[in-house]
């Protein structure tokens, strides 16, 4: 058995060649840590699908293995990396908070040891109670459009890293992270007589903020926008 630390734990994980993994959350920028021939052969990861974890990042690992290798289990606090060979279980999250060490201002440590059949055994428990609680493609995609409502809370409210990307153009827009895409435009103009005072558009606007009409038969939820 070897302890490992820090940055190191990184270029670890990769050099076992997972084929199993489960980690509580997944970061966006997880493919900085399993490139495609890792993902080629990865049977199955099972990951949180609680605020910690990108859904943008699940997404992008499903859309890479599809749904019958990714799997949910919301109570997973677990980290386990099992390769062919070795395993690593730690502290460690499949993120950059979890990998990149003194980078990330966090203090990760692992141990490195000969895959063995205690660590599958744990690993088919945690695979099969993700099992139990979503058993199909449909279930899985349900639960990611809740864990993305979340998501789109927290960016309106100015809590999420992501409101300070620059790049907001349209054409640049992640448009299979959101359930529905939502267009709504204003036009301002001068009073008209024909505007009634009290109607839905107003006679007198001159500035608004955070609010939309929305017509009532559209089928818009919570945290769509």
């Known amino acids: 058995m070897k302890v490992i630390s820090g940055n190191k734990i990184a270029q670890v994980i990769q050099d076992i060649t997972p084929k199993k993994i489960a980690v509580a959350f997944v970061g966006e920028d997880w493919n900085n840590y399993l490139n495609d021939e890792?993902?080629?052969?990865?049977?199955?990861?099972?990951?949180?699908p609680t605020e910690g974890s990108n859904p943008k990042a699940i997404r992008a690992i499903v859309e890479k293995i599809g749904w019958e290798r990714v799997h949910f289990l919301k109570r997973l606090h677990a980290k386990i990396y099992i390769g062919p060979d070795y395993s690593i279980?730690?502290?460690?999250?499949?993120?950059?908070?979890g990998l990149l060490g003194d980078e990330s201002g966090l203090f990760e440590t692992c141990v490195k040891f000969k895959t063995n059949d205690d660590i599958n055994e744990i690993y088919d428990a945690i695979l099969n109670e993700a099992h139990k609680n979503?058993?199909?493609?449909?279930?899985?995609?349900?639960?990611?459009k809740r864990l993305?409502?979340?998501?789109?809370?927290?960016?309106?409210?100015?809590?999420?890293?992501?409101?300070?990307?620059?790049?907001?153009?349209?054409q640049n827009f992640d448009?299979?992270?959101?359930?529905?895409?939502?267009?709504?435009?204003?036009?301002?103009?001068?009073?008209?007589?024909?505007?009634?005072?009290?109607?839905?558009?107003?006679a007198h606007v001159s500035s608004f903020e955070d609010w939309v009409y929305v017509n009532s038969i559209d089928q818009i939820a919570e945290n769509d926008w």
């Open 38 to 48: 890792t993902l080629k052969g990865l049977e199955s990861i099972v990951v949180s």
């Open 134 to 144: 979503f058993n199909t493609p449909q279930a899985k995609n349900e639960e990611l």
């Open 89 to 97: 279980v730690g502290s460690a999250n499949l993120s950059k908070n």
């Open 148 to 170: 993305q409502g979340i998501w789109n809370r927290r960016i309106a409210a100015s809590l999420s890293k992501e409101t300070q990307r620059k790049n907001v153009q349209f």
């Open 175 to 202: 448009i299979k992270s959101f359930g529905n895409i939502c267009l709504d435009w204003f036009e301002y103009a001068e009073p008209r007589p024909s505007v009634k005072k009290g109607s839905d558009i107003g």
